[in-house]
């Protein structure tokens, strides 16, 4: 702890180098949004910035709000004057779901059902209000249980599984995107690792983010001209002024019935992000900042209520990047700046304006850095013994990201897709194999991660227990769904060959508990040798 004297000051320099940091991570996902329900389904563009994203960055405004003064709290509190506050945003995997599994096919099937564009348009944002509602009371009444899961899950499985999505989806991805234009991302890239991983000085003292965003937008607007950029440089349009306040609607009412043939996704979704909200809190915690876990979880469903109420579409989230804005030296101004920047610019369009002309090729280095630090830190601040829970952690993670790219129609034509899957001459199909290692792979990393911590430790029977409980899972699509989309189900509705796999998964993790379960009675029947 460190003993504080004087005034906690409301903003220091790296606040603004963390702001940078926290709006480019809002940015690169409202992008996303914006960019796959108007450029893949064919979305009304005005809907998307006049309807959604206001309602969706007031969510993000009232939750940084709150994270701020709880940071402020705990600072005074524990006398630590470098408190960094808990970054909240929208959040990436349940967007990204949300939009390739729930808004965009429930669009095309509007319109298909003989609704014209504009009926179909509105009733997918109703469908999309009531299922951040719905989501949003569903995480309000588990936020109550985060601290009990927190005392029983080792900080191996809480940091793995976390580590696992920055390592691929904030990492590997956003690299991928960086890559497209390599001249502009990895210059600007270079510049992110040289500041905030090797701690090199910038020019004039000038925040490394900020440089970083500076050199990549030089070199885009600079070489884009000439040719050299190839088809991916397109000039910057006009800037159009979009108003649009995000005022509290019933429109989530009407959405609620529309809301039933995707509960199987919204629900888990909702789950997810309790699981997150632990897990982040716990590598908050890691780092130095103590936080309640309950009212971590409790603010960012709140959060995600009012957006739905609001017109919204993508719930809130505090994000896994709080020990890398830890470590850029943000403290309690960057989420006050970035909730009114962010806020403001969902009412005033300035937001939806940078979403249509920056490239992600800018936007995505400080992600890779945040991915950097994330895995770090799920290595630094567990036990070294427990080093191959975590390492084992990360492989539903990597299943996952396989999976999101071999279900692109641009990569696998749909039909194909199927016959993959359901190919079973020689036995569960590779393709069958990663989707389903991948759906609930946050569950699926704490779950390994924990029975890999409890063998180490010597509690073999606490380990098939553990393992036990992954087959229960398994069984139901909580992990492991055998559906491509991810969808929960009783497993006798099953199809023969789904069901099929669905058993052979759930009967490996019996076959791995009856077989520790057996290897306990080697330990003098005890099997908690260092409990």
């Known amino acids: ?5 004087g005034r906690l000051p409301h903003f220091v320099r790296a606040d603004f180098n963390g702001f940078l940091g926290l709006l480019v991570d809002n940015l690169s996902v409202m992008a996303f949004l914006a960019t796959a329900l108007i450029g893949i389904f064919g979305f009304p563009a005005e809907l998307v910035y006049t309807r959604m994203f206001p309602g969706t960055t007031l969510g993000i405004l009232l939750g940084n709000l709150a994270y701020t003064a709880m940071a402020r709290r705990v600072a005074k509190r524990t006398g630590n004057r470098k408190t960094t506050a808990m970054p909240l945003g929208v959040d990436t995997p349940t967007t990204i779901g949300m939009a390739l599994l729930v808004l965009g096919p429930a669009f095309l099937s509007y319109k298909q059902s003989g609704m014209d564009e504009h009926a179909a348009a509105i009733a997918t944002w109703q469908l999309g209000t009531a299922s951040l509602v719905v989501m949003g009371l569903l995480k309000t009444v588990l936020s109550f249980f985060g601290a009990m899961v927190q005392r029983h899950v080792p900080r191996a499985g809480l940091l793995g599984s976390i580590a696992g999505i920055a390592l691929v989806l904030m990492g590997f991805l956003p690299l991928v995107e960086i890559m497209k234009m390599p001249v502009v991302g990895f210059a600007g890239l270079g510049v992110v690792l040289y500041a905030l991983v090797a701690r090199g000085r910038m020019p004039w003292n000038m925040p490394g983010v900020f440089v970083a965003f500076l050199v990549g937008l030089l070199l885009y607007e600079g070489l884009g001209p000439l040719g050299w950029l190839g088809h991916g440089y397109h000039p910057i349009g006009a800037w159009q002024w979009r108003f649009a306040l995000p005022w509290p609607t019933l429109q989530w009412v009407q959405g609620l019935p529309l809301t039933i043939p995707y509960l199987s996704l919204i629900l888990p979704f909702g789950l997810l992000m309790v699981v997150g909200g632990i897990n982040v809190t716990e590598s908050a915690r890691a780092a130095g900042d ?18 739905g109420f609001c017109g919204g579409v993508a719930q809130t ?103 993959l899957y359901n190919d079973t001459s020689q036995g569960i199909s590779e393709l069958a194999v990663i989707n389903v290692l991948g759906n609930g792979f946050i569950i699926t990393s704490m779950i390994w991660a924990s029975f890999v911590v409890a063998m180490i430790e010597g509690k073999t029977r606490q380990s098939a227990w553990i393992a036990l409980l992954g087959g229960a899972l ?26 099929s796999i669905a058993f052979q998964f759930a009967g490996a993790y019996l076959a791995v508990a009856a077989v520790l379960w057996l290897f306990s009675f080697g330990r003098g029947g005890q099997g908690e040798a260092h409990a």
């Open 1 to 5: 702890m460190t003993s504080s004297t």
């Open 290 to 307: 103590d936080y309640n876990t309950r009212d971590i979880l409790l603010v960012e469903a709140l959060a995600t209520l009012v957006a």
């Open 474 to 499: 398994t069984l139901f699509g909580v992990i492991h769904s055998v559906v491509p989309a991810g969808n929960l189900y009783l497993p006798w509705m099953l199809a023969p060959g789904l069901r």
């Open 317 to 419: 989230t505090p994000y896994i990047g709080q020990p890398a804005f830890r470590a850029m030296g943000a403290r309690t101004g960057y989420t006050l700046i970035t909730g009114i920047v962010v806020g403001l610019g969902g009412i005033f369009g300035y937001l939806s304006n940078l979403v249509e002309v920056l490239p992600l090729a800018v936007l995505a280095p400080i992600l890779v850095f945040v991915a950097i630090s994330i895995t770090t830190q799920a290595f630094e601040a567990t036990p070294l013994r427990h080093a191959a829970a975590v390492v084992f952690s990360f492989f539903p993670a990597i299943a996952r990201m396989v999976a999101i790219k071999l279900g692109d129609p641009s990569y696998v034509a749909p039909d194909h897709f199927a016959a």
